[in-house]
Protein backbone atom coordinates (compact mmCIF):
# COMPACT_ATOMS: atom_id res chain seq x y z
CA UNK A 1 0.00 0.00 0.00
CA UNK A 2 0.98 3.36 -0.77
CA UNK A 3 0.14 7.07 0.58
CA UNK A 4 0.32 9.28 -2.66
CA UNK A 5 -0.82 12.88 -3.08
CA UNK A 6 -4.09 12.55 -5.10
CA UNK A 7 -4.86 13.15 -8.90
CA UNK A 8 -8.29 13.43 -10.54
CA UNK A 9 -8.40 9.98 -11.40
CA UNK A 10 -9.04 9.19 -7.98
CA UNK A 11 -12.26 11.51 -7.48
CA UNK A 12 -14.19 8.71 -8.08
CA UNK A 13 -12.99 6.66 -5.55
CA UNK A 14 -12.41 9.54 -3.25
CA UNK A 15 -16.28 10.35 -3.42
CA UNK A 16 -17.22 6.11 -3.07
CA UNK A 17 -15.28 6.33 0.01
CA UNK A 18 -16.55 9.08 1.47
CA UNK A 19 -20.06 8.28 0.50
CA UNK A 20 -19.60 4.76 2.79
CA UNK A 21 -18.25 6.98 5.72
CA UNK A 22 -21.32 7.90 7.95
CA UNK A 23 -19.47 9.99 10.28
CA UNK A 24 -17.59 11.38 7.06
CA UNK A 25 -17.87 15.49 6.15
CA UNK A 26 -19.91 15.02 3.01
CA UNK A 27 -19.27 17.31 -0.18
CA UNK A 28 -21.52 17.63 -3.35
CA UNK A 29 -20.16 16.34 -6.24
CA UNK A 30 -19.28 19.74 -7.70
CA UNK A 31 -17.27 20.40 -4.84
CA UNK A 32 -14.76 17.54 -5.25
CA UNK A 33 -14.94 18.34 -9.11
CA UNK A 34 -13.61 21.33 -8.33
CA UNK A 35 -10.88 20.51 -6.24
CA UNK A 36 -8.41 20.39 -8.81
CA UNK A 37 -9.47 23.54 -11.00
CA UNK A 38 -6.83 25.70 -11.37
CA UNK A 39 -8.60 28.83 -9.43
CA UNK A 40 -9.70 26.42 -6.63
CA UNK A 41 -8.19 27.31 -3.13
CA UNK A 42 -4.69 25.30 -2.56
CA UNK A 43 -5.06 21.84 -0.73
CA UNK A 44 -3.72 18.94 0.13
CA UNK A 45 -4.90 15.70 -0.67
CA UNK A 46 -3.39 12.58 -0.29
CA UNK A 47 -4.85 8.94 -0.38
CA UNK A 48 -3.79 5.37 0.66
CA UNK A 49 -3.44 3.16 -2.80
CA UNK A 50 -3.20 -0.18 -3.49
CA UNK A 51 -1.89 -0.19 -7.05
CA UNK A 52 -0.99 -4.26 -7.73
CA UNK A 53 -4.34 -4.80 -9.64
CA UNK A 54 -6.68 -2.76 -10.56
CA UNK A 55 -6.39 0.78 -9.09
CA UNK A 56 -7.83 0.85 -5.34
CA UNK A 57 -8.35 3.22 -2.57
CA UNK A 58 -8.31 2.21 0.97
CA UNK A 59 -7.95 5.96 2.40
CA UNK A 60 -7.71 9.58 1.71
CA UNK A 61 -7.30 12.70 3.82
CA UNK A 62 -7.84 15.76 2.52
CA UNK A 63 -6.92 19.31 4.05
CA UNK A 64 -7.07 23.13 2.93
CA UNK A 65 -4.10 25.15 3.38
CA UNK A 66 -3.96 28.78 4.58
CA UNK A 67 -1.10 30.82 5.15
CA UNK A 68 1.54 29.29 8.42
CA UNK A 69 -1.84 26.97 8.82
CA UNK A 70 -3.64 24.15 7.69
CA UNK A 71 -7.13 22.70 8.41
CA UNK A 72 -8.06 19.08 7.83
CA UNK A 73 -11.37 18.93 6.00
CA UNK A 74 -11.88 15.15 6.36
CA UNK A 75 -10.04 11.74 6.49
CA UNK A 76 -11.63 8.31 5.51
CA UNK A 77 -10.83 4.87 5.87
CA UNK A 78 -12.49 2.20 4.44
CA UNK A 79 -14.53 0.38 6.86
CA UNK A 80 -12.67 -3.32 6.04
CA UNK A 81 -9.11 -1.44 6.77
CA UNK A 82 -9.87 0.51 10.05
CA UNK A 83 -8.12 -0.14 13.33
CA UNK A 84 -4.88 -1.14 11.32
CA UNK A 85 -2.88 2.42 11.66
CA UNK A 86 -4.39 3.83 7.95
CA UNK A 87 -5.86 6.48 9.14
CA UNK A 88 -2.52 7.74 11.58
CA UNK A 89 -1.05 6.97 8.37
CA UNK A 90 -2.62 9.15 6.68
CA UNK A 91 -2.75 11.82 9.08
CA UNK A 92 0.72 11.95 9.96
CA UNK A 93 2.18 12.11 6.14
CA UNK A 94 -0.30 15.02 6.09
CA UNK A 95 1.48 16.55 8.80
CA UNK A 96 5.23 15.72 7.51
CA UNK A 97 4.19 18.06 4.69
CA UNK A 98 2.31 20.61 6.38
CA UNK A 99 6.17 20.59 8.62
CA UNK A 100 7.98 20.60 5.66
CA UNK A 101 5.77 23.94 4.59
CA UNK A 102 7.13 25.28 7.57
CA UNK A 103 2.99 25.62 8.38
CA UNK A 104 2.51 25.92 12.14
CA UNK A 105 -0.36 25.00 13.08
CA UNK A 106 -3.06 21.86 11.92
CA UNK A 107 -6.68 22.23 12.69
CA UNK A 108 -9.84 20.45 12.73
CA UNK A 109 -13.10 20.08 13.71
CA UNK A 110 -14.81 16.83 15.02
CA UNK A 111 -18.03 15.37 16.27
CA UNK A 112 -17.93 15.06 19.67
CA UNK A 113 -19.56 11.55 19.77
CA UNK A 114 -16.89 10.69 16.97
CA UNK A 115 -14.86 8.43 19.34
CA UNK A 116 -12.45 6.74 16.31
CA UNK A 117 -11.54 10.32 14.63
CA UNK A 118 -10.90 11.56 18.20
CA UNK A 119 -8.33 8.56 19.58
CA UNK A 120 -6.87 8.95 16.34
CA UNK A 121 -6.09 12.70 16.52
CA UNK A 122 -5.25 12.48 20.18
CA UNK A 123 -3.02 9.66 19.17
CA UNK A 124 -1.07 12.35 16.96
CA UNK A 125 -0.60 14.90 19.30
CA UNK A 126 -3.89 17.13 18.36
CA UNK A 127 -5.63 18.36 21.43
CA UNK A 128 -9.01 20.33 21.76
CA UNK A 129 -8.82 24.04 21.84
CA UNK A 130 -12.66 25.13 21.40
CA UNK A 131 -15.92 24.01 21.00
CA UNK A 132 -19.06 24.82 18.49
CA UNK A 133 -21.98 24.14 20.32
CA UNK A 134 -24.73 22.84 17.67
CA UNK A 135 -22.62 22.91 15.09
CA UNK A 136 -23.33 19.66 13.13
CA UNK A 137 -26.93 19.21 11.95
CA UNK A 138 -28.61 15.90 11.27
CA UNK A 139 -28.21 14.80 14.19
CA UNK A 140 -27.06 18.72 15.87
CA UNK A 141 -24.11 17.93 17.89
CA UNK A 142 -21.09 19.77 19.13
CA UNK A 143 -18.16 20.28 17.37
CA UNK A 144 -14.59 20.13 19.16
CA UNK A 145 -11.93 21.85 17.64
CA UNK A 146 -8.94 19.93 17.80
CA UNK A 147 -5.55 21.95 16.79
CA UNK A 148 -1.45 20.65 16.72
CA UNK A 149 1.30 22.64 16.73
CA UNK A 150 4.14 22.43 14.62
CA UNK A 151 7.62 22.52 15.56
CA UNK A 152 10.16 23.50 12.45
CA UNK A 153 12.97 21.48 12.39
C1 LIG B 1 -11.52 7.97 11.99
C2 LIG B 1 -10.87 6.94 11.07
C3 LIG B 1 -10.29 7.68 9.85
C4 LIG B 1 -9.74 6.23 11.83
O1 LIG B 1 -9.02 5.42 10.91
P1 LIG B 1 -8.25 4.09 11.36
O2 LIG B 1 -7.42 3.65 10.22
O3 LIG B 1 -9.22 3.10 11.91
O4 LIG B 1 -7.34 4.64 12.56
P2 LIG B 1 -6.03 3.95 13.14
O5 LIG B 1 -6.11 2.48 12.93
O6 LIG B 1 -4.85 4.65 12.59
O7 LIG B 1 -6.20 4.24 14.69
C5 LIG B 1 -5.63 5.39 15.33
C6 LIG B 1 -5.95 5.30 16.82
O8 LIG B 1 -7.35 5.48 17.00
C7 LIG B 1 -7.89 4.35 17.69
N1 LIG B 1 -9.19 4.01 17.11
C8 LIG B 1 -9.49 3.88 15.80
N2 LIG B 1 -10.78 3.49 15.66
C9 LIG B 1 -11.27 3.38 16.92
C10 LIG B 1 -12.53 3.01 17.42
N3 LIG B 1 -13.55 2.67 16.58
N4 LIG B 1 -12.72 3.04 18.76
C11 LIG B 1 -11.72 3.38 19.59
N5 LIG B 1 -10.47 3.74 19.17
C12 LIG B 1 -10.27 3.72 17.84
C13 LIG B 1 -6.93 3.22 17.42
O9 LIG B 1 -7.02 2.22 18.39
C14 LIG B 1 -5.61 3.94 17.41
O10 LIG B 1 -5.12 4.17 18.71
P3 LIG B 1 -4.04 3.16 19.37
O11 LIG B 1 -2.86 3.18 18.48
O12 LIG B 1 -3.82 3.78 20.69
O13 LIG B 1 -4.69 1.81 19.40
C15 LIG B 1 -11.90 5.87 10.60
O14 LIG B 1 -12.55 5.35 11.73
C16 LIG B 1 -12.94 6.41 9.64
O15 LIG B 1 -12.72 6.42 8.43
N6 LIG B 1 -14.11 6.84 10.16
C17 LIG B 1 -15.18 7.35 9.31
C18 LIG B 1 -14.89 8.73 8.78
C19 LIG B 1 -14.70 9.76 9.88
O16 LIG B 1 -15.45 9.81 10.85
N7 LIG B 1 -13.70 10.63 9.68
C20 LIG B 1 -13.36 11.67 10.63
C21 LIG B 1 -13.99 12.94 10.24
S1 LIG B 1 -13.49 14.25 11.38
Not at 92 to 113: C, F, I, K, M, P
Not at 133 to 144: F, I, M, N, S, T
Request: charged share 25%; glycine share 6%.
Amino acid sequence: MLIRRASPDDLPLIRALEQQAETAAHWASREYDALFSPDAPRRVALVAADESSAPHLHGFVLARCGVGEWEIENVVVAKEQRQRGLGAALVGALLGLAREAAVTSVLLEVRQSNIAARKLYEKLGFSEIGRRPGYYREPPEDALILKISISVP
